[in-house]
């Protein structure tokens, strides 16, 4: 019922940037908080960004802390991942998540109800 979209990402070299994009259906996505997460090759998938259903709060993964902006726009349903000052160890699929009637967002993927279905981001040096 609950779906999201990922866009957005794609081949970029070190230092540059890229805006993800996750398009959400449905009303749910105001009673929603609201994370990032992403799965490099061999890796567990792991916590990026989250914002709060209210768009006050936001918390970062200590890797992204300073390069990357979590932010949301209710009008349009869609959350979004500036990334800047991009690492190869930045290339990954990176997942859209939602987490109904939670106030804030949690760094555990089990904490999240929808999941997209992923945009590749690969960083070449």
């Known amino acids: 019922q609950v779906q999201l979209v990922e866009s957005g990402g794609g081949l970029v070299q070190t230092g540059g940037s890229l805006r993800l994009s996750c398009a959400a259906s449905?009303?749910?996505?105001?009673?929603?908080?609201m994370g990032w997460f992403r799965r490099a090759p061999g890796k567990e998938r792991e916590f990026v960004a989250g914002i709060s259903r209210s768009g006050g709060s936001t918390h970062y993964a200590d890797a992204v802390k300073g390069r990357f902006t979590i932010s949301r726009d209710i009008v349009k349903n869609t959350v979004y991942l500036q990334m800047n000052s991009l690492k190869p160890e930045d290339t990954a699929d990176y997942y859209c998540a939602a987490a109904w009637l939670m106030a804030d967002a949690g760094t555990n993927d089990r904490e999240y109800d929808y999941w997209g279905r992923g945009t590749q981001v690969t960083v070449s040096s």
């Open positions: 449905g009303r749910t996505f105001r009673d929603s908080a």
